[in-house]
């Protein structure tokens, strides 16, 4: 597919009462949350991971390596979704809550009509039984993306099902000391 990302429909939502104004007489600040909502295309990938170096390095205060980190973790997210959870045509919805200098939030939201539908509590177990396995047991290629790389990398990491027979896959990561730049 050749093109640029235009079907892309980025939309940022500043918190209510976070006008300029407020904004500059306010000691904290708000969050800040951004939803981009992708086809069930790999080719939107790449669009994405540029978006989450940006607004990693930009808007977060965690530091250039947590940025790489991020990357990944968008990159087994959205690809599971986009494999297991949204059939072509439907679409992935990827909400990111950045509060500077305290923490990341990333949900990523599937419609469950992929070819291989798994509940929220069936993920949440699956992750469970493989976190407790020595990784270097692991002789497949493929089986590492939530329970190794994403469980390792953020603090949080939940399974919800949504009322429309999707997936929302949540993970937090909290900027601790020694993660900023
Ligand atoms: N969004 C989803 N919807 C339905 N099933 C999912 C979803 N995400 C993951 N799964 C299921 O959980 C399994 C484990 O996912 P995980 O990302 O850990 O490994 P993988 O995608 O199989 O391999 P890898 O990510 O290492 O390439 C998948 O094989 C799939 O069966
Ligand atoms: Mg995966």
Redesign the pocket.
């Known amino acids: 597919m050749e093109g640029t990302l235009q079907p892309i429909d980025l939309t940022t939502v500043v918190a209510p009462g976070d006008t300029v104004a407020s904004k500059s007489n306010s000691m904290a600040e708000a969050p800040i949350k951004i939803t981009i909502t992708i086809p069930t295309n790999a080719y939107f990938m790449s669009g994405l991971r540029d978006f989450t170096m940006n607004l990693v390095r930009n808007m977060t205060g965690f530091s250039e390596q947590w940025a790489y980190r991020f990357q990944s973790v968008i990159d ?2 959205v ?3 986009i ?3 949204s059939a072509p045509g439907k679409d992935v919805k990827i909400t990111f809550i950045s509060q500077r200098g305290k923490s990341i939030d990333i949900s ?1 939201e ?1 419609t ?1 009509t ?1 070819p ?3 509940s929220a509590e069936e ?1 949440a177990k ?2 469970e039984d ?1 976190r407790h396995v020595n990784p270097l047991q692991i002789t497949s ?10 469980a390792n990398w953020t603090d949080v990491l939940e399974f919800k099902n949504t009322p429309e027979g999707g ?1 929302v ?1 949540h993970v937090i990561k909290h900027l601790e000391a020694g993660e900023q730049l």
């Open positions: 087994e997210l690809n599971n979704a494999e297991f959870g990523v599937d469950g992929g291989s539908k798994k993920l699956l992750v493989r290629i493929r089986g590492r993306g939530l329970a190794q790389i994403v997936l896959v």
